[in-house]
């Protein structure tokens, strides 16, 4: 569904991504996994046009996508969840969905409101409320839900478990569950290894802007050797 060739990527004259490549099949749920700085989120960035690439190519459903605008990438059906959130603070819960609202697309799941409060019980709450008045949490939370109101057919999640509190770490395992369980693909940017034990079928670990592994859950849990190298603090 998702397939990258080749692609390298910098900001100014340093290079951060050095020809990678890799595929996400339809349905999967796939962690990109790596430290600090190892290239995450300079990959969801390019992948979603935000960032140039290099050289190298990006191929979603079938169609090449390098160089297109991230809006017109949007349009396609690929989803992009920021690390830094990007609410808007001055806004509702509600109004900040109705901002993500796209029409339904065939063969995909539609959100609305009332399902993704469903999903979301604690937005249901303080759907009235000021963006800027919910805990990092909750706002990690409407940013997924904002996102799903595009019905998107592919998800990129980047570091969902930074920097909140661990009651809601499991719930947005749950969330990526029901999201797989609902038909989207998702590649989840992580620095977790339990979280992404939650949620992924298959691991990609990235150092350097390069990918060193890719594998299944159980063929990382059993490469002891590439954990300590490149997931250990």
């Not at 603070?89 to 959100?111: A, I, K």
């Not at 992404?196 to 299944?216: H, N, P, S």
Request: aromatic share 6%; charged share 25%.
């Amino acid at each position: 569904m998702l397939e990258l060739s080749h692609v390298s990527a910098c900001y100014g004259r340093a290079r951060i991504l050095h020809d990678i490549g890799f595929s996400v099949t339809r349905g999967q749920v796939v962690a990109l996994l790596g430290r600090n700085g190892a290239g995450k989120t300079t990959t969801m960035k390019t992948i979603m046009g935000l960032l140039r690439a290099e050289g190298g190519e990006i191929r979603f459903q079938g169609r090449a996508i390098t160089g297109l605008a991230p809006h017109e990438i949007a349009s396609l059906g690929l989803g992009y969840v920021p690390e830094e959130r990007r609410i808007f603070g001055q806004l509702s819960v509600q109004e900040n969905l109705e901002v993500g609202r796209q029409p339904r697309r065939d063969g995909l799941p539609f959100w609305d409101e009332e399902r993704l409060f469903a999903l979301f019980p604690n937005l249901a709450e303080r759907r009235g409320n000021l963006g800027k008045q919910l805990s990092g949490g909750e706002q990690q939370m409407l940013t997924i839900a904002r996102t799903l109101m595009g019905n998107p057919a592919f998800v990129l999640l980047d570091e969902p478990s930074e920097g909140i509190a661990p009651v809601i770490v499991e719930q947005m395992a749950f969330t990526i569950q029901e999201m797989k369980r609902e038909g989207l693909t998702v590649l989840v940017s992580e620095q977790n290894l339990h979280f992404a034990r939650l949620v992924a079928d298959r691991a990609l670990i990235i150092e350097k802007g390069q990918i060193r592994f890719d594998g299944t859950m159980a063929d990382l849990e059993a490469d002891e050797q590439t954990r300590n190298a490149y997931l250990s603090v």
